[in-house]
Every structure is written in C-alpha cells, then in structure tokens.
C-alpha cells in the first residue's frame, strides 16, 4: 500500500490539476461536476499522502539504526507534516460540500467564507497557514531521508529538491499544478525502489 501511495498520491494530484484545467477554460473554477470530481481526485491524493508520511518516517528510521535524536526529529516532522495534511484534507472536503450546495459562483464564493472557520476548534489562521505545514515538513522529511538514506550523491538532493520546487509552482499559479505534481512524482517514486538497511549491518549481496 506505501509503494502504490508513493505514487498515486502526486498521480491522482495531477488529474486534479487537469481537471481544473478543463473546469477553468470559461474563467471560472465552480460549481459543477468539473469542480466536484477535480476535489474528489484531491482528496484522495491527500489521503494517500497519510501512507506517504508514515513510510517516509519508517524508512528513515531503517536507515538511521535507531539513533535517538534522528527518531526524535523525525517524529516531529512526521507530526508537523501530519498536522498540515489534516488541514489540507479539510479544504478539500469543505472544497467539495460548497460546491456541491452552490448553485453559482457567487453563492460559492459566500459559503466559502461562511464554512472558513469550520470547525471552530482553533483559530481561522492556523486553517489557511497549515498546508504549508504539510509542504515544510513533507520537504524537511525527505532532506532528512537524504541524509540518512542508503541513497547519496545527486540522486539524494533531487528529491527534496523536486518536491520543494513542485509546490512553489504550485503556490506561484494553480495552473500550473499538473507541472508541479509531475516533479513531486519523479521526487518520490525513487524512494520506493527499495528499502534501506539498518545502519550497521551489511548487506547479503555485499557478502563475497
């Protein structure tokens, strides 16, 4: 299942964004079926940015060997980018009730602004800043991964590099979204392509 959300995740990001490519050819972006099934494919990559998260941590704590202070900052960026996805979820399920009750623009926009502190358990801010959370720490696991990871060299520094520019395409214009999910795809399809073993131990093809 971590193999398969490593790469359906940014997959599934991308058919959003051609999705709302198609919905936007008239200037607006909802309500509508465009808007609604482009919000579905959303969600569902967000979800499977859970399993992402998890199998980054767990990965990372392979390659390390069990050192104390790299588990402690990796759980901290787990919780960090953990955090940020569960608000990056809430946008895409209130994304998805607005334009499913919305009968036009207008009336999208209103109940946009009347579901924006729901629910009203913390503060509107932290809604609108936490998917940075995510995209931070999301980043921030991968360079950690870099370090640790069996990987080195080039092919180590691309990935926090791809995903960290796919989101600033991203946040810089939404149309450019399906660009911006390909990099996060080629970020993190390479890291499934088997696991690391714990520091300390060699591995049986490196026995002669």
């Known amino acids: 299942m971590t193999k398969i959300a490593f790469r359906l995740a940014p997959a599934l990001m991308g058919v959003y964004g051609v999705v709302r490519l198609i919905d936007g050819r008239d200037g607006q972006h909802g309500p509508g079926p465009a808007w609604t099934i482009g919000h579905l494919f959303f969600l569902g990559a967000l979800l499977l940015y859970g399993p992402v998260i998890a199998g980054l941590r767990r990965r990372i704590l392979d390659a390390e060997g069990g050192s104390r202070s790299r588990r402690i900052t990796a759980d901290i960026l787990t919780a960090v980018a953990g955090a940020g996805l569960a608000t990056f979820v809430r946008v895409a399920v209130l994304d998805i009730v607005v334009g499913l009750k919305a009968a036009d623009t207008a009336e999208k926009s209103a109940l946009s602004d009347r579901y924006a502190d729901v629910p009203a358990v913390l503060p509107q801010a932290f809604y609108e800043i936490g998917p940075l959370f995510f995209m931070l720490g999301l980043v921030a696991m991968l360079v950690q991964y870099a370090l640790v990871g069996p990987r080195r060299g080039l092919s180590a520094v691309l990935s926090p590099a791809l995903v960290l520019l796919g989101f600033v395409a991203i946040m810089a214009n939404m149309n450019l979204l399906p660009v911006g999910a390909a990099m996060i795809w080629f970020a993190l ?11 300390g131990r060699t591995p049986a093809s490196a026995v002669v």
Do not use: C
Request: glycine share 10%.
């Open 189 to 199: 399809v390479p890291i499934t392509r088997g696991k690391a073993a714990p520091r």
